[in-house]
């Protein structure tokens, strides 16, 4: 059984810093690119950040581009996000998502697997 279970939300200052983090489980995960995907109250879930099987290539939405990191563990079957100069914006909540043996692109209908989120509250 596929599980994915991310960590690291939590209530913040705009200004500031957070890292997710994602663990999965029940898959082999150095063959899935990896993705992050966000989704505001009353709003369409939304392409954050990819990387691919082996860490090497990575893709980020313009929105968050230069403030956010995307990183994987294969070691630890674990992918991270790294935001900083966080927004009131960023506000939603933020879900990991894995692609086995895709390009990790911005669609979520790419992706087989998704967690059930960690919230991200930036209070302006």
């Known amino acids: 059984q596929v599980q994915l279970v991310e960590s690291g939300g939590g209530l913040v200052q705009a200004g500031g810093s957070l890292r997710l983090s994602c663990a999965a489980s029940g898959l082999t995960f150095s063959r899935y690119a990896m993705g992050w995907f966000r989704q505001a109250p009353g709003k369409e879930r939304e392409f954050v950040a990819t990387?691919?099987?082996?860490?090497?290539?990575?893709y980020y939405a313009d929105s968050v581009k230069g403030r956010v990191t995307i990183s994987r563990d294969n070691a630890k079957n674990t992918v991270y996000l790294s935001m900083n100069s966080l927004k009131p914006e960023d506000t939603a909540v933020y879900y990991c998502?894995?692609?086995?043996?895709?390009?990790?692109?911005?669609?979520?209908?790419?992706?087989?697997?998704w967690g059930r989120g960690t919230q991200v509250t930036v209070s302006s």
């Open positions: 990387i691919s099987w082996g860490g090497g290539s990575t």
């Open positions: 998502a894995a692609d086995f043996l895709g390009s990790g692109g911005s669609s979520p209908q790419q992706y087989q697997y």
